[in-house]
């Protein structure tokens, strides 16, 4: 788990290549085990992987090429009536993403999308909530790590500003 960590990145470039059913099927079993708020589990996925759709969430995700050339297009639903949700949804799809690296996979995080528009498209009942989406693919790039902040900069002991170690 620690190199999936370690070499995840945000791929918008793919092969346009369809994922077997049993690695789908070991991506989904890794957001299904995923911890949720009093395991509700209060979220659902619909997983895309038909061209002419990807095609119409692309253009509902801001026009965004890789969301077509992916090889599945996961929505992330949510039922904002349930405390935490949106919260698990996340977790859920973070499991998902890192064992797609172990897979050979990559991912990217889409947050730009007209919801109301993706949730017409694939018919997701009213009173549910599109919160956040994600690519996932053969990636033809491997980009390199991007600088991250030092831990002295994220992290303080017992109060703000205690430093840790």
Request: charged letters at 30%; one cysteine or more; glycine letters at 8%.
């Amino acid at each position: 788990m620690d190199e999936a960590i370690r070499t995840r990145r945000s791929i918008r470039k793919y092969e346009h290549k369809p994922i077997p059913r049993e690695v789908l099927e070991q991506l989904l079993e890794a957001a299904r085990l995923a911890p949720s708020s009093d395991n509700h589990q209060a979220w659902t996925m619909v997983v895309v992987q038909d061209d002419a759709m990807k095609e119409k969430l692309a253009s509902a995700s801001a026009g965004q090429r890789f969301v077509a050339e992916c090889s599945a297009y996961i929505v992330g639903v949510a039922q904002p009536e349930v405390s935490y949700s949106t919260v698990d949804m996340t977790i859920a799809l973070d499991h998902l993403s890192l064992r797609a690296v172990e897979l050979g996979l990559g991912t990217c995080w889409v947050g730009d999308f007209d919801g109301e528009r993706i949730r017409d498209l694939l018919g997701i009942p009213k009173g549910r909530e599109v919160t956040i989406c994600m690519t996932v693919g053969y990636p033809v790039e491997s980009p390199r790590a991007r600088r991250r902040k030092e831990s002295s900069e994220l992290f303080h002991a017992e109060v703000w500003g205690g430093r840790i170690g």
